[in-house]
């Protein structure tokens, strides 16, 4: 059996291309006159409206890149414009001799690589794109089935989510005796391809992250009874307090 | 209360803190009577343990009275003594029905950092650092001890706190570093690190069969405490050779020692090329370990044996021998010790006089002078080897 979980066109050196594409772009723009001077060119005349047209271009392959299930145009649309601007820096080289239009013109190189390998792997991918990633949260509780359906049951707000959502649960004896595994499926597949998600991790509403906290809790309060607190986290597990959390030291003022 | 608190890169303080309070019904707040400074804890105040916050309360390694406790401890009084497991262990999950309580699968608020390290979350751990937990630890007047019906071990009236302090972690941390090594009787061990831990695990591997035992360290002063105490011991300086791994192979007829225990951990030191090539990645955050210790059990154990790794590690580590231990059939055995399961038998030892485990004591200071504390351990002045710490 092929486990469909977490299976989709896009792989991490195309998303890494794509966030790169919208770091250089955004740098091009929002700091043209240095990225100028960091590869040799003028400050004056056409150089830097040059520039911000290449940051424009990098801006919206990126997006593209991240927003696309299988962005195989927008990957080649990488490989034309590292062509392109071999090209440009090309001519800024023979005018100006720097050093520095060389570093450029490496590191143009050494990104064209990826670029070029990407964009073939994604060209062989045939069949239905896959957009959608089918992800399972789940947790293994130390408890017969009957007992965690019991408690699920009990848990108005986690059914609440979960159903809000489409979700689907389902509840399975552990192999080896090991309690019950509480399995949550669903569909991953926000508006915006990749940089919806980055949006719902910053907002802190993503729905895997926000399950992966409340199966930890359904654990904690099924198989001891109450939900694990610390000096430094006294909410307990939440993934969005895990980089503000406070000293390990016991507080004045604390809730029960 | 007084607590001694990490307040930055190799600085603590003892600093006026608020008073911990029940904060679950299975809590109880106990007042420290003794507490130690852990090797461990160096690891922590130097630096290298990510997630520390200025303000942590440090120690994991203490012993008290029970002050106060919630509706659902039925096991404790107020007023028991009571030695504390360093892992904070549910009792419930798979793992603590197992005895792996230093990987209780409830007791790290903070599994989430955890997994990102280590792909899995560890235990709860007193005072050290947010990745076990964030839960302030007991090198202070008194601590909150999480699920106490579960870990904490009454001991009767008549046992000093040296004699049983101990039980909290380092004396089981030794014990399971030589149980790892599978000792069937005649083996010859060899560990690295004659601190605490490491002379506990050369007593525990004769203990539990071991022919010879063989240890390892730089100051003279350690290698000799150890000789005084642990008959039969043998012990090799180093500093003094220019090859372990070949002083060992000399001394074992070629074939290299039956185990090899690791009770160094991420701070090892050497001198040489490979011990300098560590100390830049280490500073540089290229690698969060220094392995020379590590590196010398696994070329120095004989084929087909084993490597008990109970020096603590916190991250990733560079130039690791793996060809070594897969070619010649190593085993690795590791892990933060499962204290719980050790110390109704290892008190039974002590109180039968097996093991008395109070000789390693070599300062005893009050809480405020906890700063003055780690320093001596630290640099190994004053020929420190463990410091008792009493609020």
Known sequence: MELDVRVRDKDPLARFLGWFSVGLGTAQLAATKAMCLLVGARTDGAAPRVMRLLGARELTQGVGILTRPRPTAWLWSRVAGDALDLGLLGAVAVRNRKARTAFAIANVVAVAVPDVYESRFLSRRSGPVRSAMTIHKGVTINSPAAEVEQAWAAAADLRALVEEHGARVSFAAAPGDRGTELAIEFEHDPPAGDLGTAVQKLTGNDLATRLADDLRRFKQVVETGEVTRSDGTPDGHLLANHLRQRAAQPQAEVTR | ?391
């Open chain 2, 1 to 391: 209360m007084r607590a001694t608190c990490w307040t930055g890169r190799n600085s603590v303080e003892v600093q006026d803190v608020p008073d911990p309070q029940i904060l679950n019904d299975r809590d109880a707040i106990v007042r420290i009577t003794s507490t130690a400074i852990c090797g461990s804890d160096l690891h922590l105040v130097d630096g290298y343990v990510p997630t520390m916050k200025r303000g942590d309360v440090l120690g994991h390694e203490f012993m008290g009275e029970v002050v106060e406790k919630g509706r659902g401890v039925g096991n404790l009084e107020v007023g028991d003594r009571v030695v504390v497991p360093f892992p904070i262990a549910c009792g419930a999950c798979w793992a603590c029905e197992r005895e792996l309580t230093s990987l209780c699968e409830n007791t790290n608020p903070n599994a989430r950092l955890a997994e990102k390290l280590w792909g899995h979350s560890t235990a709860g751990i007193f005072g050290y650092s947010h990745l076990t937990g964030g839960f302030a630890g007991g090198q202070a007047e008194y601590v909150r001890v999480p699920f106490a019906d579960v870990g904490p071990l009454k001991v009767d009236d008549g046992l000093a706190d040296e004699t049983v302090l101990f039980l909290s972690d380092i004396l089981p941390t030794g014990y399971m570093g030589a149980e790892f090594c599978d000792l069937r009787g005649g083996e010859i061990v060899a560990v690295w690190g004659a601190g605490p831990v490491g002379q506990f695990a050369a007593a525990s591997a004769f203990l539990l069969g071991a022919e010879r035992v063989i240890l390892i360290d730089r100051f003279d002063y350690r290698l000799r405490i150890a000789r005084e105490n642990v008959d039969g011991l043998e012990t090799l300086n180093y500093e003094d050779m220019d090859s372990v791994p070949e002083a060992l192979k000399e001394v074992t007829g070629g074939r290299g020692p039956d185990a090899c225990i690791d009770a160094v951990g991420l701070e090892a030191h050497h001198h040489g090329p490979l011990y300098a090539y560590d100390r830049v990645k280490q500073a540089l955050r290229q690698q969060t370990e220094r392995g020379i210790a590590l590196r010398e059990a696994i070329m120095s154990c004989r084929n087909g044996g084993v490597v008990s790794v109970v020096g603590v590690y916190g991250g990733l580590l560079d130039k690791f021998p793996i060809g070594s231990v897969m070619n010649r059939g190593l085993t690795i055995r590791a892990g933060q010790c499962h204290v719980h399961r050790y110390m109704k038998p290892l008190l039974e030892r002590i109180v039968n006089g097996e093991i008395d485990p109070t000789f390693i004591v070599t300062h005893r200071l009050s809480l405020d002078e906890a700063a003055k504390g780690y320093e001596l351990f630290k640099h190994k002045q004053d020929d420190c080897l463990k410091v008792v710490l009493k609020p």
